[in-house]
């Protein structure tokens, strides 16, 4: 089965363009996850979501962030005003059991490069 | 607060040589433990977890890890090392029990293997 799809692959943004990024997690995951990954880091948390409820976001840096996932599959990461310190790459994850609490490992995309010019 | 500690940034070894990354994790009670790996331009790999059952965890490609209570570590190793091998990888740690919905990754260790 196909696992968990990242597009757009790429995405240069001047500074100040919104962005919106998708994440197809896997059929019948309950848990999604977003990361931000800045060069040479480990993922950060940014927001979580079971079905589409938001039940996380502590991890979203600004009131520019904003994630949702309306029907519970397909989520999508937007950035307003993109600024040259949200240049990382967003990878999205998505889990079989309810947050990470469980035996369910976390399945992930390859990611969006996002590159603010 | 969880977090977890990856010594060296990048660790380089010789084909068919031991292969041994280092994690140390900081909690209260023992949290569930994880090892991820990511290629070039791709998603993370789960490697292998610990969730509180045998201390000795086995994983695919042939990397294990022990949890260490008495040293809070998880340290990740493989007997030969392969070409194939090199790649990224991250320690990540999980509390049990607990609403935290989120888990916190390291800084990742850059493995590469010599010829």
């Known amino acids: 089965g196909a696992g968990v799809s990242q597009s757009p692959r790429y995405k240069v943004a001047k500074r100040g363009q919104d962005v919106a990024l998708r994440c197809d997690p896997i059929?019948?995951?309950?848990?999604l996850f977003w990361y931000q990954q800045a060069l040479g880091q480990g993922p950060e948390f940014l927001t979580y979501f079971q079905n589409e409820a938001q039940l996380d976001k502590s991890g979203l840096p600004s009131d520019r962030f904003f994630a949702e996932r309306p029907e519970g599959s397909v989520s999508t990461l937007k950035i307003q005003r993109t600024q040259k310190e949200d240049s990382a790459v967003y990878l999205c994850a998505s889990s079989l059991g309810r947050g990470q609490t469980n035996n369910s490992p976390l399945h992930f995309g390859n990611g969006t490069r996002l590159t603010v010019t | 607060a969880q977090s977890v500690t990856q010594l060296g940034s990048h660790v380089s070894v010789s084909e068919g040589a031991l292969v041994l990354l280092r994690c140390n994790y900081s909690s209260s009670v023992p949290p569930y433990l994880f090892w991820y790996v990511q290629y070039p331009n791709q998603g993370l790999q789960l490697l292998l977890k610990?969730?509180?059952?045998?201390?000795l965890v086995k994983g695919i490609n042939g990397f294990e890890a022990e949890f260490k209570k008495s040293e809070t570590s998880f340290h990740l190793t493989k007997p030969s090392a392969h070409m194939s091998d090199a790649a990224e990888y991250f320690c990540a740690v999980n509390p049990p029990y607990s609403s935290a919905s989120k888990i916190i990754f390291g800084s990742g260790t850059r493995l590469s293997i010599r010829p």
């Open positions: 059929s019948g995951h309950v848990s």
């Open positions: 610990y969730t509180s059952a045998a201390t």
